[in-house]
Structures are given as structure tokens and as C-alpha cells.
């Protein structure tokens, strides 16, 4: 069991920067893939970025390509979104997800969940 809790979301105007944080508990972190997911309201959840187990590979989406950052340390358990210029229609929950390959974008493919956290870009 992999239990997750992200934290960093808030509200920030646009061109500014948040980091988000996805703290993970268990002890298979070190061997499992991470990513970030985000859904805005009335959509889909969709794919922003995933990281390898070693941390060593990253998957972005285009969307965000040049502008987020994902990173993981695993003597910390902690996965990290670095987000930068940051867009009004990145406004969305973001989610903290835990599986077994970084190259997964459907998010059926990704085993554990944490809560979310809101990111709020105002124009």
C-alpha cells in the first residue's frame, strides 16, 4: 500500500511559480514510477507528467512542456512539481499518483491516489 498527500497548491497570479509536493508513505516508493495528473472544472483528469523510479526519465505533456519540472527524491519519499509560468487555464486540482511505469498517461494505469490539491492561476 502506497499512501499519498500532496501539498503547495494555492492561488497565484499568472506568469508566477508554485512547487507542489507529494509525500508518499510505504516502502516501495524508491521502485515506483510517479506522476502528476490535474482536473479542471467539468473536465477529464488528464495527464501532466510522470517521473521513472530512479528519477532518472520524465514525460511531460505538451502543455506544460518547457514550463513544469518534476522531480523525486526517494531518500525523502517525496515527488515535487516545479511549475513556472504559470497559465490561468492551468488552473485545476492536482493530483499525486503512484504506479508501476513512468510512461503510463491513462490514468486506469496508475494504482494509488492522493487527495489533490487546488491550483488557482489568476489572469
Known amino acids: 500500500q502506497v499512501q499519498l498527500v500532496e501539498s503547495g497548491g494555492g492561488l497565484v497570479q499568472a506568469g508566477g511559480s508554485l512547487r507542489l509536493s507529494c509525500a508518499a508513505s510505504?516502502?516501495?516508493?524508491?521502485?515506483?514510477?510517479m506522476g502528476w495528473f490535474r482536473q479542471a472544472p467539468g473536465k477529464e483528469r488528464e495527464f501532466v507528467t510522470t517521473i521513472s523510479p530512479s528519477g532518472g526519465l520524465t514525460y511531460y505533456a505538451d502543455s506544460v512542456k518547457g514550463r513544469f519540472a518534476i522531480s523525486k527524491d526517494n531518500a525523502k519519499n517525496t515527488v515535487y512539481l516545479q511549475m513556472n509560468s504559470l497559465k490561468p487555464e492551468d488552473t485545476a486540482v492536482y493530483y499525486c499518483a503512484a504506479g508501476s511505469k513512468y510512461y503510463y498517461t491513462d490514468t486506469d494505469r496508475w494504482t494509488y491516489w492522493g487527495q489533490g490539491t487546488q491550483v488557482t492561476v489568476s489572469s
Open positions: 510505504g516502502r516501495t516508493f524508491s521502485s515506483s514510477a
